[in-house]
T-cell receptor
Framework: AQSVTQPDIHITVSEGASLELRCNYSYGATPYLFWYVQSPGQGLQLLLKYFSGDTLVQGIKGFEAEFKRSQSSFNLRKPSVHWSDAAEYFCAACPYGGATNKLIFGTGTLLAVQP | EAGVTQFPSHSVIEKGQTVTLRCDPISGHDNLYWYRRVMGKEIKFLLHFVKESKQDESGMPNNRFLAERTGGTYSTLKVQPAELEDSGVYFC???????????????FGPGTRLTVT
């Protein structure tokens, strides 16, 4: 079955430290891939997306993600975390060429930032 | 440009009652989606409208849930009668038709938190 896995439910990092959030997908073909963020009291905001081409994609707020086909991964990274990055992060996939564009989400990773 | 809006932001109802959630997509977006997140679980797809037609309703949990999108604009999701397990956050999202220059990006609303007691 198609699925998206985020192995880390909760991560705590210090402000200024680097961050990597893991995401793995299970699909027959490479899906479209997304990272969303949900800050407290807010809706889901798209950070970045991968459709094809360059496997390193840049997003908003200084985030980037690297698509690795061999590992079925799409990990999110940020070189230096800010306190305002504390939020819940969701990886999502959309099957390529599907009749519907529904997103399959991972369970989310809750990021806490220590001063 | 206004984003996706949802009403109400919170709703607390008793088991057996009826609740109607509303979603207003971004103007011009033909695609409208409903998702739900039950506490501690992943966000799950419920259904997808293309204009006023249901393209995919494979995620609707049962016939207590009824979604409509009259005129292809706003959408409502009615739960009747509500059960305890219906509690969660209901998200709406919209996207532009790819044939009209859109991509597969979905823009989400803030969600409606439904609590059934």
């Amino acid at each position: 079955a198609q699925s998206v896995t985020q192995p880390d439910i909760h991560i705590t990092v210090s402000e200024g430290a680097s961050l990597e959030l893991r995401c793995n997908y299970s699909y027959g073909a490479t899906p479209y891939l997304f990272w969303y963020v949900q800050s407290p009291g807010q809706g889901l905001q798209l950070l970045l997306k991968y459709f094809s081409g360059d496997t390193l994609v840049q997003g908003i707020k200084g985030f980037e993600a690297e698509f690795k086909r061999s590992q079925s991964s799409f990990n999110l990274r940020k070189p230096s975390v800010h306190w305002s990055d504390a939020a819940e992060y969701f990886c999502a996939a959309c099957p390529y060429g599907g009749a519907t564009n529904k997103l399959i989400f991972g369970t989310g990773t809750l990021l806490a930032v220590q001063p | 440009e206004a984003g996706v809006t949802q009403f109400p932001s919170h709703s607390v109802i008793e088991k057996g009652q009826t609740v109607t959630l509303r979603c207003d997509p971004i103007s011009g977006h033909d695609n409208l989606y409903w998702y739900r997140r039950v506490m501690g679980k992943e966000i799950k797809f419920l259904l997808h409208f293309v204009k006023e037609s249901k393209q995919d309703e494979s995620g609707m949990p049962n016939n207590r849930f009824l979604a409509e999108r009259t005129g292809g604009t706003y959408s409502t999701l009615k739960v009747q009668p509500a059960e305890l397990e219906d509690s969660g956050v209901y998200f709406c999202a919209s996207s532009q038709d790819v044939r009209q220059g859109g991509t597969y990006e979905q823009y989400f609303g803030p969600g409606t938190r439904l609590t059934v007691t």
